[in-house]
């Protein structure tokens, strides 16, 4: 793809979203950050966080600056990035394997994830040198080879590739369910089983350090493939027809799909429909355009986690529910008015 193109592809829909898409997200961080079990007034948001950027000096109570800049800031950043990531990934797996029900979690990467989390922390694989969130992420990458070695084996179409990711995802399930019953105590099984729902609770700065990196790398390359997504709505055989590279194409969004997925299952667990009902939902909006369908479908999906999140430390006092749980409850009933609102075109 020509330079000037990749540059025109890249700055005409950040022109379009970028001003009112990033005062929407702004709104959501900081309504996320102040919202809780103890309300925080937005002036006092400003505050903590102009002290830490900038050394302001405002005079805050250490204790709600804990909260804010060690806790709920960085826990909202993250699922606003997470969200973002999810939702990028769940629109490039629908536009290159033409399936309405593709999301991020089709390739087994969060099967996959779970295992590796798991192997960890039962059986101490890594010898201490990994944490749980650098085993996830090995068992994700690890996943995602081995299913694309099965459908590249049977053939590497798209069907073959949905087929790998369902067996390979229920072979990763099957793996996890073992080593928990094994050997997991009841302790280590209840972490365990809160993480693979979907944790925030333990997200600090460093992960947001690579959360976001990851979101943004994934929302540069999804850009500059605009024309090659909006090619592939018509098939593989299209897009090669009008010059599309399909195999560097394929490999290349595929590949940050599933860099963005195993980082962010590594970071916060298994959160389920984000990739599969934002991008939906966001067509019926903006149309099947990816140069709008893109930027509007990370918003989206930034916004729902961040609001899912806030929900999901609220919804019983004194106890945080695990954000993949919030996220079905929405997500499922949400799913299902859009299939049959499209039930002619699913």
């Given at each position: 793809?020509?330079?000037?193109?990749?540059?025109?592809?890249?700055?005409?829909?950040?022109?379009?979203?970028?001003?009112?898409g990033?005062?929407?997200?702004?709104?959501?961080?900081?309504?996320?950050?102040?919202?809780?079990?103890?309300?925080?007034?937005?002036?006092?948001?400003?505050?903590?966080?102009?002290?830490?950027?900038?050394?302001?000096?405002?005079?805050?109570?250490?204790?709600?600056?804990?909260?804010?800049?060690?806790?709920r800031?960085?826990?909202?950043?993250?699922?606003?990035?997470c969200?973002?990531?999810?939702a990028?990934?769940?629109?490039?797996?629908?536009?290159?394997?033409?399936?309405?029900?593709?999301?991020?979690?089709?390739?087994?990467?969060?099967?996959?994830?779970?295992?590796?989390?798991?192997?960890?922390?039962i059986?101490g694989?890594?010898?201490?040198?990994?944490?749980?969130?650098?085993?996830?992420?090995?068992?994700?990458?690890?996943?995602f080879?081995?299913?694309?070695?099965?459908?590249?084996?049977?053939?590497?179409?798209?069907?073959?590739?949905?087929l790998?990711?369902?067996?390979?995802?229920?072979?990763?399930?099957?793996?996890?369910s073992?080593?928990?019953?094994?050997?997991?105590?009841?302790?280590?099984?209840?972490?365990?089983?809160?993480?693979?729902?979907?944790?925030?609770?333990?997200?600090?700065?460093?992960?947001?350090?690579?959360?976001?990196?990851?979101?943004?790398?994934?929302?540069?390359?999804?850009?500059?493939f605009v024309?090659?997504?909006?090619?592939?709505?018509?098939?593989?055989n299209?897009?090669?027809s009008?010059?599309?590279s399909?195999?560097?194409?394929?490999?290349?969004?595929?590949?940050?799909a599933?860099?963005?997925?195993?980082?962010?299952?590594?970071?916060?667990?298994s959160?389920g429909?984000?990739?599969?009902?934002?991008?939906?939902?966001?067509?019926l909006?903006?149309?099947?355009?990816h140069?709008?369908?893109?930027?509007?479908?990370?918003?989206?999906?930034?916004?729902?986690?961040i609001?899912?999140?806030?929900?999901?430390?609220?919804?019983?006092?004194?106890?945080?529910?695990?954000?993949?749980?919030?996220?079905?409850?929405?997500?499922?009933?949400?799913?299902?008015?859009?299939?049959?609102?499209?039930?002619?075109?699913?």
């Amino acid at each position: 793809m020509p330079r000037k193109t990749v540059l025109r592809a890249l700055l005409r829909p950040v022109a379009l979203w970028g001003v009112p898409g990033g005062i929407v997200l702004l709104a959501a961080v900081l309504a996320g950050v102040a919202i809780g079990e103890t309300p925080l007034p937005l002036p006092m948001v400003a505050a903590v966080t102009a002290n830490n950027l900038w050394g302001a000096g405002y005079e805050v109570d250490l204790i709600d600056a804990g909260i804010i800049w060690n806790y709920r800031l960085p826990r909202t950043l993250v699922a606003a990035a997470c969200g973002a990531g999810l939702a990028l990934s769940g629109v490039v797996l629908q536009a290159l394997v033409r399936n309405a029900l593709a999301d991020p979690y089709l390739l087994g990467v969060s099967a996959g994830a779970s295992t590796g989390a798991v192997a960890v922390t039962i059986l101490g694989l890594g010898g201490g040198m990994i944490g749980i969130s650098g085993g996830a992420f090995a068992g994700a990458v690890l996943a995602f080879i081995l299913v694309a070695a099965l459908a590249r084996a049977a053939g590497g179409g798209s069907a073959q590739l949905v087929l790998a990711g369902v067996a390979g995802s229920a072979l990763f399930n099957a793996i996890t369910s073992f080593l928990i019953a094994k050997s997991a105590n009841a302790e280590q099984a209840r972490g365990i089983m809160f993480w693979l729902l979907g944790n925030l609770s333990v997200v600090r700065w460093p992960d947001v350090w690579l959360a976001l990196p990851a979101a943004g790398f994934g929302l540069l390359v999804c850009l500059a493939f605009v024309r090659s997504m909006d090619a592939f709505s018509f098939g593989a055989n299209a897009a090669a027809s009008l010059g599309v590279s399909v195999r560097r194409v394929q490999v290349m969004l595929i590949g940050v799909a599933t860099l963005m997925t195993a980082t962010m299952v590594s970071l916060v667990g298994s959160i389920g429909f984000v990739g599969l009902v934002i991008p939906h939902a966001i067509r019926l909006v903006v149309g099947p355009r990816h140069a709008r369908l893109i930027p509007a479908s990370a918003l989206a999906g930034a916004v729902f986690l961040i609001a899912t999140d806030f929900v999901s430390r609220m919804l019983i006092p004194g106890q945080v529910i695990p954000i993949g749980v919030v996220t079905a409850l929405v997500g499922a009933p949400g799913f299902a008015l859009i299939i049959i609102h499209n039930r002619r075109r699913l």
